[in-house]
């Protein structure tokens, strides 16, 4: 674990964006990780040592096909089955982290509230509200997890709009970003810039 930096929600967001696409996720499935770990940030969890242990455990899940569930993947899909849920679910999550920042971004935006239980915590989940408890390993990478509807109870509200995240989870993000950037070149050079003057 490196030491703290602070960044914005926004940089997080869209770091962790161009880091999924940069790793192998579909846009659509990186605009995801981006927005959870936003969530994640904007409650002082570990935001960026969540998507840096993604991407160095699941090596290869954006591009290829795979004998096992990718957890961003499986955080999405329950997720988007939020408003139909009715009844509690048990699963096993890898990254349970990523279920709680998924179901609390479908509790923001459909105003209802959701309860997770696992070995390392117990959340419950409203809109833009927070409660955890638990004193397990919040990265603890294997969790039998239930996932249900709950009553909404009063919690944390979102933190400012930066906080500090984990100097070498962030290193590692920035890397893998830079594999969307195009080289430098000739061509690339050609059109940059303006020949005109902005002076008035």
């Not at 964006?17 to 002082?44: D, F, Q, T």
């Not at 969790?143 to 944390?156: D, E, K, N, T």
Request: some cysteine.
């Amino acid at each position: 674990m490196g030491v703290p930096i602070i960044r914005t929600l926004a940089e997080i967001d869209a770091t962790v964006r161009k880091a999924m696409r940069g790793h192998g996720y579909a846009w659509g499935l990186a605009e995801e990780a981006g927005k959870a770990a936003r969530w994640l940030a904007s409650y002082g969890l570990p935001a960026g040592q969540v998507m840096a242990e993604l991407a160095s455990s699941n090596d290869g899940f954006g591009s290829e096909p795979q004998t096992r569930t990718c957890p961003l993947t499986q955080a999405t899909a329950l997720a988007d089955r939020a408003l139909a849920l009715a009844e509690p679910i048990t699963m096993t999550a890898e990254q349970p982290l990523l279920i709680l920042a998924q179901m609390g971004r479908a509790a923001d935006a459909l105003d209802r509230a959701f309860a997770l239980k696992c070995e390392a915590f117990q959340a419950n989940i409203a809109r833009n509200s927070l409660t955890i408890t638990g004193q397990g390993d919040l990265l603890a990478p294997t969790s039998h997890l239930i996932c249900r509807p709950a009553i909404p109870i009063p919690g944390s509200p979102a933190s400012p709009a930066a906080c500090a995240v984990d100097a070498c989870s962030w290193e590692t993000l920035c890397m893998l970003a830079e594999r969307i950037l195009v080289p430098a070149s000739d061509l690339s050079r050609a059109g940059a810039g303006t020949a005109l003057s902005d002076n008035d």
